[in-house]
């Protein structure tokens, strides 16, 4: 049985899209039919919940019986992966206590699988986000997510300095998830459901929607530019993941690439094979 | 229409190309000469435009704004079965397939049975063949087909070149015109349609012809088209208008001149064995033209057969005379 995987998604700073991210990669995790449960720590109101009813649960990460009901279960839930989206404020307190409950050190000796996508504001204060985050890491796999669909400007990061941080943690990769035009930002979250139904043009209950084909086809390619990145990443392969071989068939997800099966040919195709 | 598969013309050029306009007037007034539903719209800020030559049947559009482009795709995609034709501007082009395929608006327009083709009018510049290989490459999925307007270029007193010999089976060709039909069609309240029910007034009976010649070579084009996409019933009538058959064939036999596209755009698909008058009245029409070719080649063969009897007695005449000729010398 493959060893399971703890994604944490967090920033110290409000706003920055963390949830934004976290519905990307459960969309990446349904999409390739990996297993996933997800914990909302937007108590009360649980923002990813709304999007992800079915895997989500609302959660009080502060709280010891809430952190045991995510941590002492990892290894028996039927989930390949547990998706934590971490409030505000909160990242660096979570992380702080994983490691004082023992995690961190069972991620070190290979027992489990933890990943940390760190979303990072547009200023300066966001590098002492890094420096603390990278205190409480050393066998995590590290994510820094510079999201731009708020239409961020990372304005204040000299190249040398953001170096001097980048470095204290090994092997920490950079993410950058680009802007998505506001208006069908702006639909998905009226809609709410996955970015992957709002593609589908799919209602939260799988019926038919009427969504505008010009924001699905926005939010198609917009999310096909995220998913590249976790891609190139080689996100699935850590996570220890492995895709079943029908994923990409997957109902109520993206269709693939390309035209459907039973497109026209070219006319010049045609052309030739009449000459 | 076969199936429910609607046609979605995208008209473009990349450049300052002359046509782009005309051939998109020429795609609307086929569908309206056929009584059939047509739909256009105009993505251009320069004149004249689309709008100016067919108001009550293109509607002005924009793609800058999202507010516009989900206006603009939602009615291309809409569910009335009408043909759409788009006349894209070299200012709009890049903006326009750049927005389709961020949208993977063609793809849309496949699953709701929407065959688009681009029709791309070009020149002999590298650029424009460059553009269509780019354009190949970003659309792998739609029919493209290059224009080439000779009617522009002859215009701007290009040498004259049979139409015929230019035309080929992979591109749409727009054949030469002489420059007062290039401008009798350029006047904005000019009608194809209107011009091939009826011949205007104080138009010369050879420039009526030779416009009508024109106009059936492209719009037997555009019946090529469409079996090519794939439609091989409703055709546009597009059989000689009645008030000019007899004119047609006399001035066909004069001149002996073979009709413009005559052949060359047959109907590629063999239709079973439905008896020929349902094939549409394409065959029909390229019988009648046929027939008269027919009778011209008989009268000239008669001719020419006349003439070599003739030949032929003066040679006897000339030979009999020359041994005349001989005999008398040799008996001096």
Redo the contacts between chains.
Sequence with gaps: MPKPAVVIIGADKGGVGKTTVARTLLDYLVRHQIRTRAFDTEIPKGTLKRFHPDITDIVDISQVADQMRIFDTVNSTDAAVSLIDVRAGLLSPTLSALRKIGFIDAAKKGEITLVVFHILGPSIASLEEIAQTANSLRDAKYFMVKNFINDSHYFGWDDATYASYFKRVPDAVTIEIPKL?E?AAEQVEVASVPFASFIANKKQSGGAASY???????V??WLDNVWAQYDRTGLLKILGTTQAPSALAAPNTL?AS???A???????Q??AE?? | MSGE?VPLYVVCSPGRSGGRTLVSRLLTEFYVLGDRPVAAFDLCDEEPRLADYLPHLTTIADIDD??D??RF??RL?ADDESPKIIDVDHRVFKNFFTTVQ???????A??RSI?P?ILLVGDAHPKSLDMCATM?RWF??????PVRNVAQKIAMSEPDIPAKERIT??SLDVPSLRSSLRMLIDVQDFSFCRFWRAKPANLPDAWDDELLDWLTSVYFQFQD?EV???FEESWTQIATPPSRHVRMAHSAQQRDVQPLGMGKFAP??VRGDAPIEQHGPYPVTNMQKMTVQLQSAEERISAFETAIKQWQARATQAETKLLQLIQSKMER
């Excluded at chain 1, 039973?262 to 010049?268: A, F, G, S, T, V």
């Excluded at chain 2, 961020?102 to 849309?108: H, L």
């Design positions: 035009v208006m505008s084909l010009v924001l699905r086809g926005y198609r390619h269709p390309g035209a459907p039973d497109k026209p040919r070219p006319i010049l045609v052309a009449n000459a | 598969t999202i507010r482009q989900i795709f939602e995609v961020k949208i993977g608006f063609f793809e849309e496949h699953r065959a083709l190949r792998p999925e739609v029919s493209l087909l089976r992979d088209i090519l996409l794939g590629k698909k």
